[in-house]
């Protein structure tokens, strides 16, 4: 698929999310592309270790609106979207994520699955799914309070403000920042560094950090995930799609 780039060398498989005319915004058969890699490299002894990259002007901008636009409910154990939010939760194997530019929505939250990320200097993050007039994904209303505490929480998921890299790194979302051109190096060099590594002594220090509360994310990626679906629906969420196709402000003020 072109709009997921998949390529394996020296132990590592790289995903590139490629649609750069929709600033890398995900379709339904991207997140499937996504899911279908992770299994994969699940499976496969010989991919021992995922990089998640976009370009050096934009990792993505989050759910493509027009696919949001057109989205029929559909139950979450068929839903692409849903396959890849449990293959990244439970991945057993490390991740790393390299991020320039905006990472908007499921840009941002993708991150809180990810082992280690480093970030361009001109790295924006954002969630805005309250000004779309949805309700956080991926987890991120358990794993954002969680990391950043929960006032700084808010800010970012009832304003849905964005932040930049230094905030990223100060609250731990990010390991490093790095000039935008050198991030996709840096991010290839350390996981071959970790594919070097003895895979069941990653896997197991993985599950240990991870277990305490995979349940718990689990179970908030399912109940997030019916509540977006339901506001999907709504007409504020109508409003702010439609608004962002038309180029305008979106109007809340009947909704
Ligand atoms: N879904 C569909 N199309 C998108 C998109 C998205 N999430 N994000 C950007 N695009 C499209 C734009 O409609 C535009 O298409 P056009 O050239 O046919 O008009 C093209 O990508 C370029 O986007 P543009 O907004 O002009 O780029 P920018 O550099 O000024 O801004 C972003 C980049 C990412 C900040 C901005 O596009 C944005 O905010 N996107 C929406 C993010 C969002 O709300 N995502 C959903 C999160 S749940």
């Given at each position: 698929?072109?709009d997921?780039?998949?390529?394996?060398?020296?132990?590592?498989?790289?995903?590139?999310?490629?649609?750069?005319?929709?600033?890398?915004?995900?379709?339904?058969?991207?997140?499937?592309?996504?899911?279908?890699?992770?299994?994969?490299a699940?499976?496969?002894?010989?991919?021992r270790?995922?990089?998640?990259?976009?370009?050096?002007?934009?990792?993505?901008?989050?759910?493509?609106?027009?696919?949001?636009?057109q989205?029929?409910?559909?139950?979450?154990?068929?839903?692409?979207?849903?396959?890849?939010?449990?293959?990244?939760?439970?991945?057993?194997?490390?991740?790393?994520?390299?991020?320039?530019?905006?990472?908007?929505?499921?840009?941002?939250t993708?991150?809180?699955?990810?082992?280690?990320?480093?970030?361009?200097?001109?790295?924006?993050?954002?969630?805005?799914?309250?000004?779309l007039?949805?309700?956080?994904?991926?987890?991120?209303?358990?794993?954002?309070?969680?990391?950043?505490?929960?006032?700084?929480a808010?800010?970012?998921?009832?304003?849905?403000?964005?932040?930049?890299?230094?905030?990223?790194?100060?609250?731990?979302?990010?390991?490093?920042?790095?000039?935008?051109?050198?991030?996709?190096?840096?991010?290839?060099?350390?996981?071959?560094?970790?594919?070097?590594?003895?895979?069941?002594?990653?896997?197991?220090?993985?599950?240990?950090?991870?277990?305490?509360?995979?349940?718990?994310?689990?179970?908030?990626?399912?109940?997030?995930?019916?509540?977006?679906?339901?506001?999907?629906?709504?007409?504020?969420?109508?409003?702010?799609?439609?608004?962002?196709?038309?180029?305008?402000?979106?109007?809340?003020?009947?909704?």
């Amino acid at each position: 698929m072109q709009d997921i780039l998949t390529h394996t060398a020296d132990g590592v498989m790289t995903l590139t999310i490629n649609r750069p005319d929709k600033k890398n915004s995900f379709t339904q058969a991207m997140y499937g592309a996504m899911a279908d890699a992770l299994e994969q490299a699940k499976n496969d002894a010989t991919i021992r270790v995922t990089v998640i990259q976009g370009d050096v002007t934009v990792f993505s901008a989050g759910n493509d609106i027009s696919d949001f636009l057109q989205r029929k409910p559909m139950p979450q154990e068929e839903a692409p979207v849903f396959k890849f939010l449990r293959g990244i939760a439970t991945h057993p194997k490390p991740i790393v994520a390299a991020v320039c530019g905006p990472a908007v929505g499921i840009g941002t939250t993708l991150l809180f699955h990810c082992d280690l990320v480093y970030a361009g200097d001109n790295a924006a993050f954002s969630m805005p799914f309250v000004n779309l007039g949805l309700c956080p994904e991926a987890g991120s209303s358990l794993l954002v309070p969680q990391m950043m505490g929960y006032h700084r929480a808010a800010e970012a998921l009832l304003l849905g403000e964005p932040f930049m890299a230094e905030a990223a790194l100060e609250v731990g979302l990010v390991n490093r920042i790095l000039p935008p051109t050198e991030v996709n190096d840096m991010v290839q060099t350390l996981a071959r560094k970790l594919a070097a590594k003895p895979m069941g002594s990653l896997i197991e220090t993985k599950r240990l950090m991870k277990k305490g509360q995979m349940a718990q994310v689990l179970a908030q990626i399912a109940e997030e995930g019916e509540n977006f679906a339901r506001l999907l629906q709504e007409p504020a969420a109508k409003e702010a799609f439609t608004a962002f196709l038309e180029k305008r402000k979106p109007d809340f003020s009947k909704v």
